[in-house]
């Protein structure tokens, strides 16, 4: 049996072997687009780790081999003193699990690693803060290491340093890779191999974890499948002022609009951009910015939408100027945004109505009419931020996931966090709504919520939150207290105010096709009528 695939337009596994993240790289490959080099380990070798403790034979050698492949691609070597090789270690199962398993940056930047890229770039701080985040990774992905210590060990030691930011990277450097090396073994921070060795274990067992077992129980995903392992060279959106990261869907997923939408960060990698941590640009900066990596955006962006003959959404990086993308899928869009999409793909000769009818399912069809706040003035409105899904969620505050969990056995509850991670898996399944001080569209509470078709609102700028209480400019609120949020507009109130609901015309042209295709117009739900046409198409 074969473990390990180059990332070639010629491979022909399913996404049941290579997952759904490296067979869109294969697919974009296909089309001539921009993709890193590099190799994908099959899910396979995740469910023998699972299994067995360990790899299947023949794995290592194929790995070396792997390995071997892509240093010739790149014409780097992995941990070299010149040129080095660095690589990102990433999940992918064959289901789209956004955040819920590990990955780790920066692969490869030893000691020695680390000096061979200064020298090539002219640019020792680049070359220390991208040891400093892989290191801090590594800790927390692979030696155990919580995330929040290594961040902490990271802020403290630049914090004594100020005088001399240098000094406080090497500093943090320094206290991280210790603790790395208590946990798994002094040689490791220096042999790039056995770095990658550890990190694909890692991410094999992360599909064991707690929030990626409750995503898939949520979305009824099996447990046994397994995950499979891109393993890419590295693009580094903070190596210059020309490089940065960003999230793009071909169409707005909240309103459907044919408009390229989604988030951008100049000068760093992507993870800073899905966490919500970093405060985003919107993503028509870019334009402005880099022009060149903007036209090359779009471009991609129409190239797959006509491969998928749907929206989709990409991540992408750009380093020196140079675009790259780094995943794709179907962008996943809000109920509303979907109908919107099926119908305006009609009506630009892209897919059948019958295909439309199809994509839409009679639960989407009853969230499309889209819940707003009626409010009599702006003072009802304690603050806004951005309307990352919408509906409208009224429940009491729950400031911490666990609140969130034992709350919401009594009534529907409001996550409201600073940002979210997959940690917060748990809260986020059994909250109504969600709302986080941090973030824009395209950050992980805004994905995750998306996905669930919770309304949420992200990027409140005066929002701060501690574990009794959330406080919006001179209002502080208890946790407990009644708010209401409006994922469509942003806005956040307090109390149970009074709901309207806005119907797009997209939903009434669907409607349109649904009772011709079925043959049925009598009086019925949105959701019969749909029912109806479905159920007429499975005759045919």
Request: proline share 5%.
């Amino acid at each position: 049996m074969r473990y390990i695939h180059t990332l070639s337009a010629e491979v022909q596994e399913t996404s049941e072997v290579l997952g759904a993240k490296a067979h869109g790289l294969i697919m974009l490959r296909r089309l001539g687009l921009p993709v890193p080099a590099g190799f994908v380990i099959s899910t396979e070798v995740c469910r023998a780790v699972l299994r067995d403790g360990c790899f299947p034979e023949g794995f290592a050698a194929e790995l070396t081999a792997a390995v071997g492949d892509l240093e010739t691609a790149t014409q780097r070597r992995l941990g070299g003193s010149e040129r080095p090789l660095t690589v990102s270690v990433r999940s992918g199962a064959a289901v789209s699990m956004p955040g819920m398993m590990d990955t780790v940056l920066n692969l490869g930047l030893t000691a020695a690693a680390a000096r061979g890229l200064t020298t090539e770039t002219g640019n020792p701080r680049f070359a220390s803060i991208a040891r400093l985040r892989f290191l801090s990774n590594f800790a927390s992905t692979v030696a155990g290491i919580g995330a929040a210590s290594a961040e902490s060990v990271m802020a403290e030691s630049i914090q004594q340093n100020l005088g001399d930011e240098q000094s406080g990277i090497c500093h943090a450097i320094g206290v991280i890779e210790a603790l790395v090396s208590e946990q798994v073994g002094q040689q490791v921070p220096h042999d790039a191999f056995r770095q990658l060795e550890l990190a694909i274990t890692a991410v094999c067992s992360s599909w064991d974890n707690p929030r990626a077992r409750t995503f898939r129980a949520i979305h009824d995903i099996p447990h046994d499948l397994g995950t499979a392992v891109t393993v890419q060279a590295m693009v580094f959106g903070h190596r210059d002022r020309h490089s940065g990261t960003g999230v793009a869907f071909s169409r707005d997923p909240n309103t459907g609009e044919r408009v390229p939408f989604g988030d951008v960060l100049f000068g760093s990698q992507g993870d800073d951009v899905v966490s919500g941590r970093s405060p985003t640009l919107p993503l028509g900066e870019l334009a402005d910015r880099e022009p060149a990596v903007w036209a090359q955006l779009v471009a991609a962006l129409d190239r797959i939408e006509a491969r998928y003959r749907d929206s989709c959404c990409i991540e992408f990086t750009f380093e020196g100027g140079e675009f790259w993308i780094l995943q794709v899928h179907r962008g996943k869009v809000a109920a509303a945004a979907a109908v919107h999409i099926a119908v305006a793909l009609v009506e630009e000769d892209v897919i059948g109505h019958r295909e439309a009818l199809r994509r839409i399912t009679p639960l989407q069809l009853q969230h499309a009419r889209t819940p707003r706040m009626i409010l009599d003035s702006t003072a009802d409105i304690l603050a806004r931020g951005q309307g990352a899904c919408p509906g409208v969620a009224v429940g009491r505050v729950a400031t911490t996931p666990d609140a969130a969990v034992r709350m919401a056995a009594h009534g529907p509850v409001i996550l409201v966090r600073p940002d979210t991670s997959p940690l917060d898996m748990h809260g986020l399944a059994a909250a109504a709504g969600v709302l986080t001080a941090h973030g824009g569209p395209t950050c992980h509470a805004a994905v995750v919520a998306r996905a669930m078709g919770k309304p949420a609102v992200v990027g409140v700028a005066d929002l701060t939150i501690d574990a009794t209480t959330m406080r919006i400019g001179r209002h502080v609120i208890p946790a407990g207290t009644l708010i209401a949020i409006d994922g469509t507009g942003g806005e956040i109130t307090a109390g149970n105010p009074p709901i309207g609901t806005t119907t797009a015309p997209h939903v009434h042209r669907l409607l349109e096709w649904a009772d011709q295709i079925s043959g049925d117009s009598t009086e019925r739900s949105d959701a019969e009528r749909l029912s109806a046409a479905h159920s007429a198409l499975r005759r045919r």
